[in-house]
Each structure stands twice: as C-alpha cells, then as structure tokens.
C-alpha cells in the first residue's frame, strides 16, 4: 500500500534564507508524486510533479524537488525564500499512470512554512 | 475561463439538517473529486467520478452521496449532517487525456459548521 509522510508540520525561515521540506513515500510500484501549495483560503495549486523521467524535477516560483529512490524521498527544496512562500504544502503519491482516476492520490498531511522578515 | 467553481463558500447547519454542496468545472473534464480538509489530516478523499453518470466511494465516503448527472457538475449531499462533518471541502477535477499528466484543478474550497 502507498503512503506518504511529511516530516515536519511546521517549518519557519527567514527571507532569503534556503527551504527545505521533507517527504518520505512508500509505495509498491514506481509512483508518481507531487508537491501542492496551498495559500491562505485557497485551494491547492500544483507547484511541480515526478513521472519517472528526470529525477530532479523543477516547479514554479523556483521551487524544485528531487526524487530518490534509495531513500524513498521526494524533498521540495527553494534556494531563497520570499515572503509570498508562505503557505501550506502538501506532498502527494499515486501509483499507476492514471492514479488519479483510481482515486487512490494520497495526500501527506501539510508542512506550514512560515517565512519571516 | 472560470475553471473550478464551489457553491457555497460558507455554510452553518444545525445537526440532523441536508444540503448540497455543488461543483461546476468548464474545462471539460472527465475526472471529478470531493476531498475534505482537517487540520493535520491533509486531504482525504471522499467520493470521485470519473466520468458523467459514474461515482466511487473515496477513503471516507460515509455519511456523504454524490451524484454527477452532468459532465460538468458533481454534487455532494449530506443527508443528516453532524458535527464530525465539519470540515473544508474541496472540488477538483482533472483529465487523464493530457498524456501522464494528472494534475488537479481544485476550487477555492467551502467551509461548512455543523453545530
């Protein structure tokens, strides 16, 4: 069965400063996985995704995360924050191509990043 | 072009009462879904569809019916709401036809008290 894990509930940086959120997968099959945003009020907006091409997979706003296989890890990382990054973050599994149709994308449980001045 | 639409935004019930939560996608999409939000829950499905006049049960479809009489809309009912079921909803959708892309549309989301 497929899982995912955030590690951390709550990251806080300071502007400027490098981002690091963890997520950790388990899965049966070779999965795809996602990163989603959530500001404030809205609904998730998709920042980047992993479909078993190039490991390192980069997204809007200058996000990017890289796949790795040994250690079951999909990391979303940013070199520099910016104020606006502030937002919930979600890690997301699926197996199969069509994952989504099977309904069976799983949602870790959210990394609040807070981003300070 | 307004993509995910959710009506209402907010809605208060008295436990036991009914309503419907709607869902209008104009992007033509085959694949809807109901997720809802806990705090430290992320999202967990709750009944998807993919495709006009067929529904499936998600992760946590009790208590919930959903029914998708047109392509572009996907409704949710709560038959006798209760105070577990306050939560933010979310409607998205998607299209398995952009070749491996599964990427979801979502709505801003209704926040529903069940007092």
């Known amino acids: 069965a497929q899982s995912v894990t955030q590690l951390d509930s709550h990251v806080s940086v300071s502007e400027g400063t490098p981002v690091l959120l963890r997520c950790n997968y388990s899965?049966?099959?070779?999965?795809?996985l996602f990163w989603y945003v959530q500001h404030p009020n809205k609904g998730l907006q998709l920042l980047l995704k992993?479909?078993?091409?190039?490991?390192l997979v980069k997204g809007i706003n200058g996000f990017e995360a890289e796949f790795k296989k040994s250690e079951t890890s999909f990391h979303l990382t940013k070199p520099s924050a910016h104020m606006s990054d502030a937002a919930e973050y979600f890690c997301v599994v699926s197996e199969g191509g069509y994952g989504g149709s099977q309904g069976n994308l799983i949602f870790g449980k959210g990394t609040k990043l807070s981003v300070k001045p | 072009n307004a993509g995910v639409t959710q009506t209402p935004k907010f809605r208060v019930l008295k436990t036991g009462q009914s309503m419907t939560l709607l869902c209008a996608q104009d992007m033509n999409h085959e694949y809807m879904y109901w997720y809802r939000q806990d705090p430290g829950m992320g999202l967990r499905l709750i009944h998807y569809s993919v495709g006009e006049g067929t529904t499936a049960k998600g992760e946590v479809p009790d208590g919930y019916n959903v029914s998708r009489l047109k392509k572009q809309n996907f409704l949710l009912g709560l038959e006798s709401a209760a105070p577990s079921q306050t939560s933010v909803y979310f409607c998205?959708?998607?299209?398995?036809?952009?070749?491996?892309?599964?990427?979801?549309?979502f709505g801003s989301g209704t926040q529903l008290s069940v007092l």
């Open positions: 992993y479909t078993s091409a190039a490991t």
């Open positions: 998205a959708s998607t299209t398995p036809f952009e070749g491996l892309d599964e990427k979801l549309f």
């Open positions: 899965s049966s099959y070779s999965p795809s």
